[in-house]
């Protein structure tokens, strides 16, 4: 079992970028696919990004080629780094984790067993 804790949200311009983070506690981290999901005011938490235990990485369409996904194993850690932000971005960010040992790298919520707080990300233009 982890337990997750997300930093780093804030208040940024459009075009910005800014890094979340998102460091989990307990044994087995480097294990397992680690992912971002957000919820934006009124609507669904929708997937984001994730990364498996060997680094492979998938995104969803709508941040692909500006949001990037990493992991430090040693500091039990994983990063979100958000570039060229738009205000359709403003949301509260989730961390994730889950589905240990598998490349095949889920983007759904109910293939996640554990869940940080949220961090706010807010974009304004």
């Known amino acids: 079992q982890i337990q997750l804790v997300e930093s780093g949200g804030g208040l940024v311009q459009s075009g910005a970028s800014l890094r979340i983070s998102c460091v989990a506690s307990?044994?087995?981290?480097?294990?397992?696919?680690m992912a971002w999901f957000r919820q934006a005011p009124g609507k669904e938490r929708e997937f984001v990004a994730a990364?498996?235990?060997?680094?492979?990485?998938t995104y969803s369409d709508s941040v692909k080629g500006r949001f990037t996904i990493s992991r430090e194993n040693a500091k039990t850690t994983v990063h979100l780094q958000m570039d060229n932000l738009k205000p359709e971005d403003t949301a509260n960010y989730y961390c994730?984790?889950?589905?240990?040992?598998?490349?095949?790298?889920?983007?759904?919520?109910?293939?996640?067993?554990?869940w940080g707080q949220g961090t706010q990300v807010t974009v304004f233009s």
């Open positions: 990364i498996a235990y060997d680094r492979s990485t």
């Open positions: 307990g044994r087995a981290f480097s294990s397992y696919s």
């Open positions: 994730a984790g889950g589905a240990p040992w598998t490349t095949d790298i889920p983007t759904t919520q109910d293939e996640y067993d554990y």
